[in-house]
């Protein structure tokens, strides 16, 4: 039992106490966090048991004058809450509010730990089928927990999967369609069915940016333009062109180089030629 449990105090004055302190950070509380699913306003307390919570005990929910209303306390590998005023019309109008049955719902939810179970499944996942047949064996549709430890698993391909008394160890879902699992003892009982879908993200039809699309396609970064242009044949901005064009300073510098070389290599030959025209027979 969280906590200490005391004497009772009433609160008929100005119509009962109300819930002044709720952790919606709590999974019992968690849905109402958000004001359009409800409100606890209309809640009244006429009495309630005090309760003094321990050290390592969590005050969940407190009326407005700062007693607890929900004390949580752990418990080996479960938890144990204390609701310290009725559950029923006696003490407090909360039966009678809407919340009623889905703060009961939650917290019954959460002490169980009970997750739904998923419709179906994606590609590429790993699934431990000891789940559906260990909910078998508390259903009774298995005769004892040795015969559900056994059985056959089968893929949407006709592979087979044999596990035995050690447990039924997960497995990948690895292709499309749907995964049967028969158990021994289940006789002609419908085996066990896991759907296996694709991921839904490879059929995503919201719209993709050209260059996103070109660089998943071509696996390379595509060329970035403005509105209005072609990707295939993006504008050439002035600076792009310049880029490419600056290859041709060098043949200019060649082209000067050799024009230099052919001027002085001339002037030495006309030097020579005019020499020997000059020279006495």
């Keep these: 039992m969280p906590g200490t449990l005391g004497g009772e105090t009433d609160r ?3 119509g009962g106490g109300t819930l002044g302190f709720l952790d919606y950070s709590h999974p019992v509380f968690d849905e ?4 359009r699913n409800g409100n606890f306003a209309n809640t009244r307390v006429y009495r309630y048991r005090r309760l003094t919570p321990a050290a390592t005990d969590h005050v969940v929910a407190r009326f407005d004058d700062g007693s607890p209303a929900m004390v949580e306390r752990r418990v080996g590998a479960g938890h144990v809450l204390a609701w310290t005023t009725t559950l029923d019309r006696a003490w407090t109008n909360f039966p009678n509010q809407h919340l009623f049955v889905p703060v009961m719902h939650e917290a019954l939810r959460y002490l169980a730990r009970y997750e739904e179970p998923a419709a179906w499944h994606t590609v590429g996942r790993m699934f431990d089928f000891a789940e559906p047949v260990a909910a078998a064996v508390r259903a009774g ?7 559900a430890a056994t059985g056959l698993v089968m893929s949407p391909s006709g592979e087979q999967f044999a596990f035995g008394e050690a447990g039924m160890p997960a497995i990948e879902l690895a292709e499309q369609g749907f ?3 028969r158990r021994q003892g289940s006789a002609d009982r419908r085996p066990f069915v896991v759907a296996v879908n694709l991921d839904p993200v490879e059929s995503d ?3 993709m940016a050209p260059q996103e699309f070109a660089t998943s396609v071509t696996g390379q970064a595509a060329a970035v333009v403005g509105p209005g242009q ?3 044949r993006p504008d050439i901005t002035p600076v792009d062109m310049e880029r490419r064009q600056s290859w041709w300073w060098f ?3 060649i082209g000067a180089a050799l ?3 052919e001027a002085v290599l001339s002037n030495r030959q006309s030097k020579g030629f005019s020499g020997a025209r000059a020279s006495p027979v």
């Design 12 to 14: 008929p004055a100005g």
């Design 32 to 35: 109402f966090k958000d004001p």
């Design 141 to 147: 549709s298995v005769g004892t927990a040795a015969g």
């Design 179 to 181: 995964y049967s699992v």
């Design 205 to 207: 039809l919201s719209p």
């Design 230 to 232: 072609s990707l295939e």
């Design 251 to 253: 043949l200019f510098v």
């Design 259 to 261: 024009l230099l070389g």
